[in-house]
């Protein structure tokens, strides 16, 4: 590895080793402790693999269906870690050795008797893992994996599969497994549960890359892919999926789908805006039970709609499911303006009245969740109830912060609440569909806030098309299992942990720093809202082009490292985002360089155009790359257009940029002076910062004191442009009074003259999600009585497109007559949610356009 990438990384990197509990784990932790998976012999251990023969496998031939296929999945799973095929079998005579038995307590004689199947019965999806010694005549020890129901055996299950080697992502992601000879696991028992209770993904938005790839590879979205993505779902111990919408039906479409997730154990509902397990486009698909198809309104056609849901419920009562609530517009738009709250109490009413006569059951033995999407949440702020039993499931601004959170003086809901995120999305200021966008450091800080403040009992994620989301989707999954095990640490520890498991421990580190440092910078700017101005007007877009291809140039290193079967997971999970998005910023630095250099009648524009004409086509060639993966297992996958939006909806094609051609004799004027201007000064940690070219500039972290009430301030690394963040803990603690409190950070600094100053206060974007009217926060200097700062970022307003397109939000505080001569800088804690990324005070000399350094604050 380069030097210079050297430093980058490490510049990166976190001391912290902490392994994340509640994820799917490592393959092949340390062989000590309770039920420990060890990839080799260990004395008293129970032999899983021995000299490269797998252990056989026992399920009750009457097991629960979802039971039986986990329990095949598992020898399966053996095989690829040994090498030989394994056993599954329905009775114990005649075995020996040791055995694995897998089953649900309480449904299983033999279950109860090797296990407590009281402490797991009363429990959701729970599990216990415990080696037992002679556990029938002639066995020697056995795995018991008991589950409280059958998800419980699956999740108990599925966690030593990834722990013995096998990701989840070895199908979705082609991450092969290491062959093991010998695998143990040591004595003992453990549990485990999670604490969201529903947990699962959305596949949205899915033309054309996931829609032509399931029709080449699958003949549709049906039932046969479901299967994958059930697998997938529960692999990733969730158990709850909102199928294909856009032009798709999951039930219309192929019946068999719903049986197929009943056999897997997932749990189907529908997207925000499909009620009662309909998929939106049945209603214009079919004249059934008198439905003409008519207008989607519940005003004048009240009659047809009910019929319509009453169809949905009747066709999946035999299925378990989370029925949807509530209308919207036609086609995902906002109900007619001025729709009444009544209105929609009255449609809720209804709905739940067709629940209870198709199932005969009382409606709050359904489950139920009502989402509280975009202008719906103004109906619930303006009042609008629905029953206690239904889970009110709130939403981000589709940009990655959560809108609204559940009252903490509000008493206990029966269905709690719940959050749908997304890390996909249609709509402005921008599609965003390409390339994974999304920081884990961002969706801990959101999702950690929803756990403080209740949202906990369902968490549902819009993933796009799955791919290339496998890094922000496993983090997600692994957080909805157990957010308070999620830690600070935890997550520092997070990335190195995933790359371990996909790729083993030896390139982990470097691996890990390569994905943080990847999605810090798509996240920056996603790729859809580039263009060419924005590289001919702002310095720090060339900046990020040199600094995407040192990326480049250590995942280059990196992989040429890594075995020839690691390659094309390698290629999915790491080179391609950074390969594609370097190129990216190198067609667009190449496109301004054209236009800037043709502005000076300098004949060197048209070698500009050239490199970028073959940026354009490198384009093309990087998604050919990809979808000739694996013998094209891959096809059409990366074919989701992002070059020449104008508005916020997609190009139909990628289109060039245009380019400027001069005469081939031209020059350019002598006095010209091309180069870019020096990026702003950062100092060491220690010490005064030092005003410099007339402006002081401190990374949050770099603070030289903090002061903690109630409220403790806590740095979260990687979390924004540059080196990170810095917020409070917990995030949901009351308010804090800048005077009396005094919850703080201290940072000190030199200025060099007198001058009227401007500090510019960056801070990660974040919306009010009390409705209160704004978060707050105060900042003094030296012996200056606080000034109290306000900001409320609304979706669709001016503030919010230029917070969510820049990530990152500004806000400007001056101070007059500010003397030259050592000072104390102060920022001090309100509001929770409250995120401090950089502070910059200027003395004359900032650009307007800075939002950076992209990368030189990192490398000190």
Known sequence: MSRSLFLMLRGLAVAAVVTFAGAAGTAFAACTGIVTVCPEAVPGAFRLVTAG??????????????????????????????????????????????????????????IDRLVKAGSLTSQWEAYSQSVVKSPAEGIDRALVIAGSDPRGVVFGVYDVSAK?????????????????????????????????????????????????????????????????????????????????????????????????ASEYGVILGTSHHEPMTRA????????????????????????????????????????????TLGMRGDGDEPMSE???????????????????DVTGRPADQTPQVWALYKEVQDYYDHGMRVPDDVTLLFADDNWGQIRRLPDPKAPPRKGGYGVYYHFDYVGGPRNY?????????????????????????????????????????????????????????????????????????????????????????????????????????DPDFSRMTRSYANLKQGANEIGAKLPDDAQDAWFQLVQHPIEANANLYELYDRVARNRRLAGRNDSAANDEATAARWAFARDGQIAEQYHTLNGGKWNHMMSQTHIGYTYWQQ????????????????????????????????????????????????????????????????????????????????????????????VRLEYDIQTSKDADATLHVYLTPTLDTAGKGGLQFAVAIDDQAPQTLSFNLIPDKPDWNAAVSDNIHV??????????????????????????????????????????????????
């Open 280 to 323: 939106h486009d049945e209603w214009h698909r079919h004249k059934e039970g008198g439905v003409t198809g008519g207008k989607w309104d519940y005003r004048t056609n009240s009659e047809n709609l009910r019929t319509f849901w009453r169809g949905g419920i009747e066709r999946g009562k035999a299925h378990e499911n989370i029925i």
């Open 53 to 110: 023969k797998p252990a056989t496998v026992y399920v009750d031939a009457d097991a629960a269906a979802p039971v039986l296929r986990v329990a095949a999945d598992f020898a399966a799973d053996l095989e690829r870690v040994s090498g030989q095929p394994a056993k599954v079998v329905n009775t114990l005579e005649g075995l020996s050795g040791d055995v694995v038995i897998v089953g649900e307590a309480g449904k299983s004689a033999l």
């Open 811 to 860: 806000i400007k505080v001056p101070f007059k007559g500010l003397k030259a001569g050592p000072h104390i800088l102060k920022f001090y804690r309100i509001d929770g949610n409250v995120v401090l990324q950089r502070l910059v005070l200027d003395t004359g000399g900032l650009k307007p356009t800075y939002l950076g350094p992209p990368e030189s604050a990192v490398a000190k």
């Open 433 to 537: 569909k390409w390339l994974n966008t999304n920081q884990i450091e961002k969706t801990w800080q959101q999702m950690a806030l929803a756990r403080e403040a209740g949202a906990d009992r369902l968490w549902i994620v819009n993933v796009g098309d799955i791919k290339p989301m496998e890094f922000p989707l496993s983090f997600f999954m692994d957080m909805a299992w157990n957010p308070d095990a999620m830690t600070p640490d935890a997550l520092k520890a997070y990335p190195q942990n995933w790359a371990k498991q996909q790729f083993g421990a030896e390139q982990a580190w470097g691996i890990g720093q390569l994905l943080t440092r990847s999605s810090q910078y798509a996240a920056r700017r996603k790729p859809e809202l580039l263009n060419p101005d924005l590289f001919l007007n």
């Open 164 to 260: 013995m080697g096998v990701s989840p992502w070895y199908w979705w992601a082609d991450v092969p497994v290491k062959r093991q000879a010998e695998v143990s696991i040591t004595a003992g028992a453990r549990s485990d549960k999670p604490v969201v209770k529903y947990r699962g993904f959305f596949i949205n938005d899915e033309e054309p890359a996931f829609g032509n790839w399931a029709r080449e590879k699958f003949g549709g979205i049906n039932s046969k892919l479901y299967a994958k993505v059930f697998e997938l779902n529960l692999r990733l111990k969730g158990n709850y999926l909102w199928p294909a919408m856009w032009g798709k039906a999951i039930a219309d479409d192929d019946p068999e789908s719903l049986n197929v």
């Open 651 to 742: 190009p139909d094609t990628d289109v060039m940029p245009e380019l400027k051609e001069v005469a081939a004799d031209a020059k350019p004027p002598a006095s010209i002076n091309v180069s870019l201007p020096a990026h702003l000064p950062v100092v060491g940690k220690t010490g005064h910062y030092v005003e410099q070219n007339g402006f002081v500039a401190i990374e949050a972290l770099h603070y030289a004191r903090k002061f903690d009430g109630k409220a403790k301030w806590t740095t979260i690394p990687n979390l924004g442009r540059t080196l990170g963040a810095v917020l409070t803990l917990p995030q949901a603690a009351p308010p804090s009074d800048p005077v009396k409190d005094k």
């Open 338 to 356: 001025g729709t009444a709250t009544a209105l929609l109490e009255q449609i809720v009413a209804d709905q739940r009245k067709i629940i209870e």
